[in-house]
């Protein structure tokens, strides 16, 4: 689904980016907006799932929401890449922490190989990066769930955000025949 983007000059000879007839400080708004509440309902619904003392929304997640939301049109904001890239980072991760004591050494690692297996899979997100680096790093409620991290709270967070994207660019983006026909 491509998001239409051109450029309208104001009556001041100003130019002035129009994503699908949208100005962009108004597109701004919306996906800031969004990019909100979709944190917040994430972490809401996260929060019933995950032990207590443990993180209901992981870093990285911001980084995804500013992609997902405001470069909707973006590879990286599509749901493969949202999905494999923050578990396969996740999984890279907390494999990575288990094996690599020196927190420091296992950090770049986890990213290192976190970059080549979405590059591999073809779930390139580079907020995947971060999510590696919260299994390294994350804390004691992070090393104690271990591979459990993967599954509460990545993929809850992943499918949610997917979800959400999904949702807001098929709102934002205007009906075109070939979006009729399907």
Not at 57 to 85: D, K, N, T
């Amino acid at each position: 689904m491509d998001v239409k983007t051109n450029i309208r000059h104001d009556l001041h000879g100003e130019p002035q980016r129009i994503v699908n007839g949208m100005k962009s400080w108004k597109r701004s708004a919306l996906a800031a907006s969004v990019a909100g509440l979709s944190i917040a309902a994430i972490a809401f619904l996260t929060s019933r799932f995950v032990p207590q003392g443990s993180p209901a929304v992981i870093a990285s997640m911001g980084a995804a929401a500013v992609i997902v939301f405001q470069f909707p049109e973006s590879p990286a904001a599509r749901v493969w890449p949202i999905l494999g890239g923050h578990l396969v980072s996740a999984l890279i991760g907390v494999t990575v922490s288990q094996l690599i004591p020196d927190r420091m050494i296992a950090a770049g690692v986890a990213v290192g190989l976190s970059l080549w297996a979405m590059a591999v899979l073809r779930c390139m997100h580079p907020p995947g990066g971060g999510t590696a680096l919260v299994a390294v790093l994350g804390g004691d409620a992070i090393q104690d769930a271990g591979y459990r991290f993967v599954l509460l709270p990545t993929f809850i967070n992943a499918i949610l955000l997917a979800g959400f994207a999904s949702l807001f660019t098929r709102l934002i983006s205007k009906p075109t025949d070939d979006n009729l026909a399907r």
